[in-house]
């Protein structure tokens, strides 16, 4: 798997960390929209996400500074309002 598709975590307000795979690239429109717990996403091994897809992490008010950094450091495709 190498996306995580539209909407599959969607106001899932009780997650509060998300382990993101090397085989991940792709993070789909509103993701984890609205997902008001979660603070940390980290890698499990090296960070290949290259496309954050508009509104993935909108509405999680509280994603670390550290976690929103690491998302975006490789990321070539950044769309409205992905965070």
Same mark, same amino acid.
């Given at each position: 798997? $190498?996306? &995580?598709?539209?909407?599959? +975590? ?8 998300? =382990? ?6 792709? &993070?789909? /429109?509103?993701? +984890? ?9 980290? +890698? $499990?091994? @090296?960070?290949?996400? =290259? $496309? &954050? ?8 008010? &509280?994603?670390?500074? =550290?976690?929103? /950094?690491?998302?975006? $450091?490789?990321? =070539?495709? @950044?769309?409205?309002?992905? +965070?």
């Amino acid at each position: 798997m $190498s996306s &995580i598709y539209n909407g599959s +975590f969607r106001a899932c307000t009780n997650l509060e960390k998300v =382990t993101l795979p090397p085989t991940i690239t792709t &993070i789909g /429109q509103s993701a +984890f929209d609205a997902c008001s717990q979660l603070a940390d996403v980290v +890698f $499990s091994g @090296i960070n290949n996400v =290259t $496309s &954050i897809i508009e509104g993935a992490f909108s509405r999680c008010y &509280i994603l670390s500074p =550290t976690s929103a /950094q690491a998302l975006v $450091s490789n990321a =070539t495709t @950044i769309e409205g309002a992905a +965070f």
